[in-house]
């Protein structure tokens, strides 16, 4: 027997305390993840609080309740509109606050970059709520800024224009300046400058310019690429050089007003922000003192969100919080200003992860349980006979303390052995079935005999997700956990109800796409990598529904219309003192309808259902059918094709 791995001793079924909704916050994380936005009632469900203590607790399956009867199929999205509106001053108030503390000689001006979640919606909340500190907007493309153009009205905030721009790009941001917009076309190569030039000369206009610096710092994590020598974007030291002599040669050195970097969205180290922010300020100096007459820092984005609650540089975490990163900016930035004795440039952050991630919830109903071990009530003596049972059984019925490990193996011959048998035809279905049956069945009764014990071998901890079962829900990960697909983001995910209840069964998730890779195997956890399988309940004939947290920063915008599965329904939900239930539903957005989705791929309904109407005219010449019954279903089909993408389970 091999003992490799160490694993932590688990309590005895006899020593476990009653099952309580402590337990269940701590099982799923919730006070490490949920930043007091999110909690569990004394009844077991999940509440949330989009003010945090400043306002009301609402039970999130309420919501579901009353979407569900306006008409709303699963999967929902829900808004929290107030908790954006939250998490937008919360950011303002820190960086004021480390503004205040280190007696900085200037201010804060952050922006939200629309990409990381553009609908009309959170944009306008997060303008609104951000009017107060004059809080911007951040675009990294041509749509971007045809949309931030219309909705920003307030002169005083800032936007900021990131990524490549063409003609129209800078022709539209000059319009923005022509309005009196303070818009400022961020370089990120020396040819842009060029095209600038003229079009700022041709618009009599002096254009607000900055470059984005490739700095040699580079974040940890999955966005690492987005900083150091392999990046994308930015100016390196002699490019820069280079654009600032083509200003000064065009008269325009006083154009250049901002320096900006980005090292990558969700750094975990704060040790990473540190070091990029001092760099950056140094280039702010050196450029400053070479003639140009800069005003603005901007820090770009990667204030990262603790998705796993862990606290570290896991790629899903981040080892500091927002007070934390603001103040290190504010501190580091002065620091280096006060040494090179420059003024201090304004404050500009590009945080939108850490803004919108926490105000979505993604309400998914799982609606079928695949179990590999049979219920323990299937575990009676084979009636038929053959010695491949007879083993089975004996195995089953013999495995004690001291050899569960050599009944593990010998479940897996006979199984092989089954299978071998079954291929060459020696043994039927029945046979082949019920050894799997009892395979099943021992290993999971060996796995029961390693629960406590000091070391458990390699093959017995795989267990744990082999044995674990997998519960199908109703979503696509394509459309709505695309970073879980793409490079295993971990998202905290629980169930929203019966968390009075203890979840005794360990399963992966499934969606509904007809892809093996359609699923979520990894979850949050103690421990940093995550673990393999996430705690349920059994299911018991009632619906049952899971919530996938902190899915408003990419998650939501981002998906792809795999098998055509569509965007999801949407409900926004508001705080009100007026209303008995402490809130309601401003807005509704439904889904998108298969009509829709279709004419994403170029076929037209009316198309579609006129080539359905020529086949159902044809069966019905040919008596297939008669003219009653298939005007019927040529209604139906018509029907179907306005309805919502995903299951319909009512
Ligand atoms: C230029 C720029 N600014 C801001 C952001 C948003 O950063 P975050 O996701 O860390 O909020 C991004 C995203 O990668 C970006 O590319």
Redesign the pocket.
């Known amino acids: 027997m091999t003992l490799k791995k160490e694993k932590k001793k688990q309590e005895q079924p006899e020593e476990r305390q009653r099952w309580s909704v402590e337990d269940a916050k701590e099982l799923y994380g919730v006070d490490r993840w949920g930043l007091r936005y999110f909690d569990v009632s004394a009844k077991g469900d999940v509440m949330v609080a989009p003010l945090k203590e400043n306002g009301a607790s609402i039970r999130v399956l309420d919501v579901v309740q009353e979407a569900r009867e306006q008409g709303l199929h699963f999967p929902i999205l829900i808004r929290f509109q107030d908790l954006l509106r939250d998490r937008v001053e919360r950011i303002n108030g820190a960086f004021n606050a480390a503004i205040d503390e280190f007696n900085y000689k200037s201010i804060y001006r952050g922006v939200y970059?629309i990409?990381?979640n553009q609908l009309r919606e959170v944009v306008e909340e997060i303008i609104d709520a951000g009017a107060p500190f004059h809080y911007g907007l951040?675009v990294?493309s041509k749509p971007e800024l045809f949309a931030a153009l219309a909705f920003h009205e307030d002169p005083e905030s800032l936007i900021i224009c990131?990524?490549y721009k063409d003609h129209r790009f800078i022709k539209t941001a000059l319009i923005g300046m022509k309005l009196g917009k303070k818009v400022i076309l961020v370089v990120e190569k020396v040819e842009e400058i060029k095209n600038i030039i003229k079009y700022a000369q041709k618009y009599k206009i002096e254009p607000q310019l900055g470059i984005?610096i490739r700095l040699s710092s580079k974040g940890l994590g999955k966005?690492d690429k987005?900083g150091g020598d392999e990046a994308k974007?930015g100016l390196a030291a002699p490019e820069i050089l280079a654009a600032s002599n083509l200003l000064k040669k065009a008269g325009m050195a006083d154009c250049l007003k901002l320096v900006?970097f980005?090292i990558?969205?969700?750094?975990p180290d704060i040790l990473t922000i540190k070091k990029a922010t001092r760099e950056a300020a140094m280039y702010f100096a050196k450029l400053k003192k070479f003639g140009h007459n800069l005003e603005y820092l901007d820090v770009?984005?990667?204030?990262?969100v603790d998705y796993d609650g862990s606290r570290s540089t896991f790629h899903s975490s981040a080892n500091y919080s927002l007070n934390e990163y603001a103040r290190d900016i504010v501190y580091n930035i002065m620091d280096i200003c006060d040494m090179e004795q420059v003024d201090h440039p304004v404050i500009i952050n590009?945080?939108?992860?850490?803004?919108v991630s926490h105000h979505s919830v993604l309400v998914v109903e799982a609606f079928g349980h695949i179990k590999k071990v049979p219920d323990r009530k299937a575990a009676t003596k084979p009636k038929l006979k053959h010695r491949l049972l007879e083993e089975s059984w004996f195995t089953y019925t013999n495995i004690n303390p001291d050899n569960p490990l050599e009944a593990y193996h010998d479940a897996l011959h006979l199984r092989e052995e089954a299978q071998t048998h079954f291929g060459l035809g020696l043994i039927g279905l029945e046979i082949k079935a019920e050894v799997e049956k009892f395979f099943w069945l021992i290993s999971e009764e060996v796995f029961k005999h390693y629960r406590g014990a000091e070391y458990i071998p390699e093959e017995i901890m795989d267990m744990e997700y082999t044995l674990s079962g997998q519960y199908l829900c109703n979503f696509s990960v394509f459309q709505s956990l695309l970073d879980h697909w793409g490079f295993g983001q971990l998202f905290p995910i629980m169930p929203l109800h019966r968390l009075n209840e203890e979840p005794t069964e360990k399963g992966t998730l499934v969606d509904i796409t007809c892809d093996s890779d359609g699923k979520v195997s990894k979850f949050i956890s103690h421990y940093e990598e995550g673990v393999d399988t996430l705690n349920l309940h059994p299911l018991n004939n009632k619906p049952y529904y899971l919530g996938i947290f902190l899915t408003a920063?990419?998650q939501d915008i981002m998906g792809d219309l795999h098998n055509l599965f569509g965007r999801v329904n949407e409900a926004h939900v508001f705080l009100d003192e007026d209303e008995e239930a402490g809130y309601y539903i401003e807005e509704t957005i439904e889904g998108t309808t298969m009509e829709k989705v279709l004419g994403l791929v170029q076929y037209s309904g009316n198309e579609l259902a006129r080539l359905m109407k020529r086949q159902f005219d044809t069966a019905i010449k040919k008596d297939r059918l008669r003219p009653n019954e298939g005007m019927r279903l040529l209604n139906e089909y018509e029907k179907g094709l306005k309805e919502y993408t995903y299951l319909d389970l009512l």
Do not use: D, I
């Open positions: 970059p990409k990381v951040e990294g990131n990524g984005r966005w987005s974007f900006h980005h990558g969205s969700q750094v770009g984005g990667g204030l990262g590009e945080s939108g992860r850490a803004v920063a990419y």
